[in-house]
């Protein structure tokens, strides 16, 4: 069974976890309606993504 030979000391600890923060998720804004929105997603305000209705709901 493997274990350290050495305690891993703090430094080396929150280094290797420097990558694992959370991040916020990026936001775009709608052309149609100037609503904020997800990157490559379908606008929840006005139901269009790339100038096309996706949602059925025409306004």
Same mark, same amino acid.
């Given at each position: 069974?493997?274990? =350290?030979?050495?305690? /891993?000391?703090?430094?080396? @600890?929150?280094?290797?976890?420097? %990558?694992? *923060?959370?991040?916020? =998720?990026?936001?775009? /804004?709608?052309?149609?309606? @100037?609503?904020?929105?997800?990157? %490559?997603? *379908?606008?929840p305000g006005c139901g269009t993504y790339k100038g096309k209705d996706v949602t059925g709901s025409a306004?």
């Amino acid at each position: 069974m493997a274990v =350290p030979k050495k305690k /891993t000391s703090k430094s080396k @600890r929150d280094m290797r976890r420097s %990558h694992d *923060a959370l991040q916020a =998720p990026g936001i775009s /804004t709608c052309p149609q309606c @100037r609503e904020p929105k997800q990157p %490559h997603r *379908a606008c929840p305000g006005c139901g269009t993504y790339k100038g096309k209705d996706v949602t059925g709901s025409a306004e």
